[in-house]
């Protein structure tokens, strides 16, 4: 799905030294990378605070943590997300509240958000999937009528641009009360192990979030908050720091797939092809077509003996799992969640993608769709 091989490579020499460097200095915790990194992000995304941590997750779990919310509150979200999103909220003894997703963008629907608040909200959780913002400004509107936190899971969205009505536009993950990323590596900027970060751009938050992903600590062994170890290696942020400069190149590379995807898929009835936001750039973490009327499973064979990777982002949505029955959500209760997971395949994109590879698998898709 992803070559991560091949776009080392291509900076092998950069990204060997930085990582030399920190090897060198034998600082591996709080080294000098971390803040060069961080400085480099908050710059990018044009924000107040980037808080570097060791994981996607984490950064939700702190970021719910430093806000305050307790066992109880209710926190709205997806149920067409990864996992974790609603993970951390049961963890921290919150309650998970399930909100559907738009058919076209896959993105969380405001009315829907609205519809679900109760006395006991005390927070959104956005996620922009697949590499496009949600709704922000409508998100935004709800969030200050009824006096809520909004907290944007952006893990596969960072780069994207979200637009206002009024014309101007900030960088997803950083319109909320705070936001989120990952650094996984398969992530559109991914290191070489586990990394995340939190953005905000209020001081008093920053400083409670960096004081949690720091043992509670801000003062060396006084704690003032109970807090957790998740700290961003220096050897990832050495990493991060070299390919942060090419991220906006990666996001071009994975929209020129896109469009070599639309344009092959585009006028076949049997799929759909994803529909962009219109208050958002897309990204593309992923590419993830709606199939209609093709059996996904034979498809997923077909390609796979052809050496084509495909996945399913996501074959069950987190109310119909297990182990978040017990929220009380039935089959049937978020049917446009529940009818992606039953047709969306998503194809390979990365940054290496190239013509021939491209022709390749839409040549596949569609000999498979006709045959
Ligand atoms: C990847 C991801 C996470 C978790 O990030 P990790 O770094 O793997 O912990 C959370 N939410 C979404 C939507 C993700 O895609």
Redesign the pocket.
């Known amino acids: 799905m992803v070559d991560l091989r091949g776009q080392y490579e291509k900076i092998k020499h950069e990204i060997d030294s930085s990582i030399q460097e920190v090897i060198d200095s034998t600082a591996f915790i709080k080294g000098f990378a971390v803040g060069q990194f961080q400085e480099s992000l908050e710059k990018y995304l044009d924000v107040r605070h980037v808080i570097p941590c060791?994981?996607?997750?984490?950064?939700?779990q702190v970021s719910m943590m430093a806000l305050g919310l307790k066992p109880g509150d209710e926190v709205i979200t997806a149920s067409f997300?990864?996992?974790?999103?609603a993970e951390v909220i049961a963890l921290l003894g919150l309650t998970p509240v399930f909100a559907d997703v738009d058919p076209g963008t896959f993105n969380i629907v405001p009315e829907d958000i609205e519809r679900r608040i109760t006395k006991k909200t005390r927070a959104i959780i956005p996620?922009?999937?697949f590499g496009q913002s949600a709704d922000m400004d409508k998100i935004m509107q709800i969030a200050k009528k009824y006096d809520l936190y909004v907290i944007e899971?952006?893990?596969?969205a960072i780069g994207a641009d979200c637009f206002f009505k009024d014309d101007t536009s900030k960088k997803a993950g950083t319109i909320g009360t705070i936001g989120?990323?990952?650094?996984?590596p398969s992530?559109n900027l991914g290191c070489f192990g586990?990394?995340?970060a939190l953005f905000t751009n209020d001081d008093e938050l920053a400083k409670k979030v960096r004081s949690i992903v720091n043992h509670g600590m801000t003062v060396r062994y006084y704690h003032d908050d109970i807090g957790v170890n998740s700290r961003l290696d220096t050897i990832q942020a050495a990493v991060l720091k070299v390919k942060l400069a090419y991220l906006d190149e990666y996001i071009a590379a994975r929209q020129k797939a896109a469009a070599f995807y639309d344009s092959a898929f585009g006028s076949e009835p049997k799929l759909t092809i994803p529909a962009r936001a219109a208050l958002s750039t897309h990204v593309f973490?992923q590419y993830t077509l709606k199939l209609n009327g093709v059996d996904r499973a034979a498809l997923i064979e077909y390609l796979a003996e052809k050496g084509i990777p495909a996945m399913i982002y996501y074959p069950v949505p987190i109310h119909l799992q297990k182990a978040y029955e017990q929220y009380g959500f039935k089959a049937g209760d978020l049917p446009v969640t529940e009818d992606l997971c039953s047709r969306v395949i998503s194809l390979p994109m990365h940054t290496e993608l190239d013509e021939e590879q491209l022709k390749y698998i839409t040549t596949s898709v569609l000999e498979f769709i006709n045959q």
């Not at 989120?180 to 996984?184: N, Q, V, Y």
Request: glycine share 10%.
């Open positions: 060791a994981n996607g997750t984490d950064a939700l997300t990864f996992i974790a999103t996620v922009h999937l899971d952006n893990c596969q989120t990323t990952s650094f996984f992530k586990d990394g995340g973490h």
